[in-house]
C-alpha cells in the first residue's frame, strides 16, 4: 500500500517486549539500579517504545548524539534532528557501567522498561545547545532547559518497553502509531494531512486544515500535543475539550482527531523536521506547517530565534527524503462581505476584513467580553471562558503581614466577615495563632520554622486560590523573600493581593495585648519579632494600613475598595 510505506525505508520500531518476557524483565529488574524518570523522560520514552520515534531503539548513544547535534543525522545516516537522551544525575551514573542494565521507572515507582547501558557520558551541554537549538540564551525554553534544569550525565542505550506509561485522560483519543496506522488502513485513508498544535482551534485553523486537506485530496488528522509544551500554554484538559467540539465543524467521515503524547522542545526548524518524522511514522503523508513552527518566541533582545519560514524551508529541502509532503499553512482570514474565511492572497480590494488578534482575543476572555462567532465557535469560547474565568470569577488571597499586635487579625476577620456578606465565593481565614495551634503545631519561631510555616500557609491558600476561593492569611511572615516566594506560587493561579498592617512597633507594644512584648524586653521571650529578630516591611504591598490611624470597619472597607479596583469583587 504506497500510502502506508514504511518510514526510513525500515519498520516502526516498537519497542515493548513480548508478555512472557516482560514478566521476566520485570523479575529481572528489581536487582537493577533504578532511575526516576521525569516528566519530560517519560514522554520521550513513551514515544520511543510505541514506535513514533521509530528508527530509534533506545536513548541515543555517543556517537549517534554527536552526529545528530552536529549534522542532523545518525550515524546510520538517517535523518534525525532532535536528540533524545537520558539525562541523569551524577551520583546515580557514579553507581553504573556500559553494559549493565538500568530500570526505568514512572513517579509511582512502576516500571515502563529498562536500558541496557552501552554508553555513558558528560556531554557538553551548552555546545548541544547552540548545535541544535542556534542559542544559549535563556529565552529559549529548550536551551534554559539544558543548561539549567537537565542532568550531567547522558546514557545511552537499547529500551527494553515493559509496559506503556498509565495515562487516566482522554484514553480514546490516545493511539500508538500502529493502532492509527490501523485505522486510517480500515477507514481507507490513503493520503492523510496532520496538523499540530498546541493551541486551541477557532475558526481560521479549522478553515485552513479542512482547506489544506481538500487540496490535497486527502483526509485530516488533527494530532495536538498533550505532553509538554510551551510554557504558559492552555492545559491540555482544556484544549482537548475544544479540539473535541471543533471535530463536530468537520464534515463528517473526512476528520480525525488523535493526541500526542510529545515533549516539545519548541525547537522551530529542526523541531518541524522532527515532527515530519513522527507523523510519518503515525501514517501520515502531508504535514501542514505554518509561520514560525514551534517557535520559541523572543531571545533576551527581542529579536525572534528563527526566521519565519526557516521551519518551512528546511523540510521543503527534505521532504523527499522524509517521504512526507510539507503543506504550507495559509493565513485565512474573514472577509465580512461574502460571509467566509478566505486565504489572504485571495481577498480582493473591496473586500472588508474583519481581524481580532490573539492579545485582544486573550482581553476579552479575561474580562468576560463577546468573542463573536466569525472568531470562534460559541462551544470553543465556553471551554476558554470555563477555564479562565474574569477576574471576579478567579480565586484570591488576601495576604496580611506585620508585627505582633499590629491588628491584622482583626482587621483580616473584619474583611472575612465582610466578604461573607458579599457572598460571591468561599472564604477560608488562615490566621496566625490559629494556624499556629493546628497546621504549624510543633513549628518554633526560628527562621527555618517561621519560613516553613508560612510556605505550608501559601500552600494552602494557593490551594484554595486555584479552586477559586478566598484565602486570607493573617501571619507575621516578617522575611521580604518567603513572602516574595508565596506571591510567585499563588500569582501563578489566581489573584495575590499583599495588605502591610504598618501599625508601628511603638504602637504595638504599648498595646500589649498578650504581655509578650514585656517578656521579650525581659529576655523571658527569645527572637521575638521586632525585638530580637527582623522584620522586613514590604515595599511593594498593594495595601498599607495603619490601624492606629484607621479603625478595623474602615481598613477592612479600604481593601474591599482596592479589591474592586483589581476586578476581584464587583
Ligand atoms: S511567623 O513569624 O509568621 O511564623 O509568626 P506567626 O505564625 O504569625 O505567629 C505569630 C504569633 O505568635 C506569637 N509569638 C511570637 N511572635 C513573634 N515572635 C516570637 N518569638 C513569638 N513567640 C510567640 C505572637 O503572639 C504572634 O501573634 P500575633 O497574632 O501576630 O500577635
Known amino acids: 500500500m504506497g500510502a502506508f510505506k514504511e518510514p526510513h525505508g ?17 523479575e529481572k529488574a528489581r536487582d537493577y539500579p533504578s532511575w526516576d524518570l521525569t516528566p519530560r523522560q517519560l514522554c520521550d520514552l513513551d514515544l520511543l517504545m510505541n514506535g513514533a520515534f521509530s528508527p530509534l531503539e533506545g536513548f541515543l548513544g555517543r556517537e549517534d548524539y554527536d552526529a545528530v547535534c552536529s549534522g542532523m543525522r545518525l550515524t546510520s545516516g538517517v535523518l534525525w534532528p532532535i536528540p533524545i537522551t537520558l539525562d541523569v544525575s551524577q551520583d546515580f551514573a557514579d553507581g553504573i557501567e556500559a553494559g549493565q542494565a538500568i530500570a526505568l521507572r514512572d513517579a509511582e515507582g512502576v516500571l515502563i522498561a529498562t536500558l541496557e547501558v552501552s554508553d555513558l557520558w558528560t556531554p557538553d551541554r551548552a555546545e548541544e545547545a547552540r548545535q541544535v537549538y542556534g542559542t544559549t540564551d535563556d529565552n529559549h525554553p529548550a536551551a534554559a532547559f539544558l543548561l539549567h534544569h537537565s542532568n550531567p550525565v547522558y546514557l545511552g542505550g537499547r529500551i527494553r518497553g515493559v509496559e506503556p506509561p498509565t495515562y487516566y485522560d482522554f484514553k480514546l483519543l490516545r493511539d500508538t ?6 485505522r486510517f488502513r480500515k477507514l481507507g485513508w490513503r493520503k492523510v494531512v496532520a496538523f499540530q498544535t498546541r493551541n486551541p482551534l477557532h475558526r481560521a485553523h479549522q478553515e485552513l486544515t479542512f482547506r489544506a486537506a481538500r487540496e490535497a485530496e486527502a483526509n485530516l488528522l488533527i494530532q495536538p500535543v498533550v505532553g509538554m509544551t510551551k510554557p504558559g500554554d492552555i492545559d491540555h484538559f482544556t484544549r482537548v475539550r475544544c479540539y473535541e467540539h471543533v471535530l463536530e465543524q468537520y464534515p463528517e467521515q473526512t ?24 507523523r510519518k511514522n503515525y501514517g501520515c503523508t502531508h504535514l501542514i506547517v505554518g509561520r514560525d513552527h514551534a517557535g520559541p518566541g523572543v531571545d533576551s533582545d527581542g529579536n525572534p530565534f528563527y526566521g519565519p519560514y526557516d ?11 522524509l517521504d512526507i509532503t510539507m503543506v504550507p499553512f ?18 480582493e480590494s473591496s473586500d472588508k476584513i474583519l481581524t481580532l488578534s490573539g492579545t485582544e482575543f486573550r482581553r476579552r476572555l479575561r474580562e468576560g467580553l463577546d468573542i463573536p462567532e466569525w472568531f470562534s465557535y460559541p462551544k470553543v469560547v465556553n471551554e476558554l471562558r470555563k477555564a479562565h474565568p474574569p477576574k471576579h470569577e478567579q480565586g484570591f ?38 494556624v499556629r495551634k493546628n497546621l504549624s503545631s510543633e513549628l518554633t519561631f526560628s527562621k527555618e520554622h517561621r519560613d516553613l510555616n508560612i510556605q505550608r500557609i501559601g500552600y494552602v491558600a494557593s490551594e484554595i486560590t486555584k479552586n477559586r476561593g478566598i484565602a486570607i492569611c493573617a501571619p507575621i511572615a516578617p522575611y521580604a523573600s518567603t513572602r516574595r516566594q508565596v506571591r510567585e506560587t499563588i ?5 495575590f493581593v499583599e495588605v502591610f498592617v504598618s501599625t508601628s512597633l511603638e504602637v504595638c507594644e504599648s498595646r500589649d495585648r498578650k504581655g509578650l512584648y514585656a517578656k521579650a ?25 495603619d490601624t492606629a490611624e484607621l479603625t478595623p470597619d474602615l481598613a477592612a472597607h479600604r481593601i474591599l475598595i482596592t479589591l474592586e479596583k483589581l476586578g476581584y469583587i464587583r
Open 10 to 26: 525500515g519498520e516502526l520500531k516498537e519497542l515493548y517486549l513480548p508478555e512472557r518476557q516482560a514478566d521476566e524483565e520485570k
Open 177 to 182: 502509531p500502529s493502532e492509527l496506522r490501523g
Open 521 to 545: 524586653r525581659a529576655g523571658i521571650i527569645k527572637g521575638f519579632t521586632g525585638i530580637d529578630d527582623p522584620y522586613e516591611a514590604p515595599e511593594n504591598a498593594e495595601i498599607v494600613i
Open 311 to 321: 521551519a518551512q524551508e528546511l523540510l521543503r529541502e527534505h521532504q523527499d527524503e
Open 330 to 347: 495559509k493565513n485565512m482570514v474573514y472577509v465580512e462581505n461574502k460571509a467566509e474565511y478566505l486565504p489572504d492572497d485571495e481577498v
Open 491 to 495: 500569582g501563578a493561579v489566581g489573584g
Open 397 to 434: 488571597t488576601v495576604f496580611f503581614t506585620g508585627l505582633s499586635g499590629s491588628g491584622k487579625s482583626t482587621v483580616a476577620n473584619a474583611l472575612m466577615v465582610k466578604l461573607m456578606e458579599d457572598g460571591s465565593r468561599p472564604v477560608t481565614l488562615l490566621d496566625g495563632d490559629v
Open 255 to 278: 476528520t480525525a482527531l488523535s493526541l500526542l503524547n510529545l515533549a516539545m522542545r519548541m525547537g522551530g526548524p529542526r523541531e518541524a523536521m522532527w515532527h515530519a518524522i513522527i
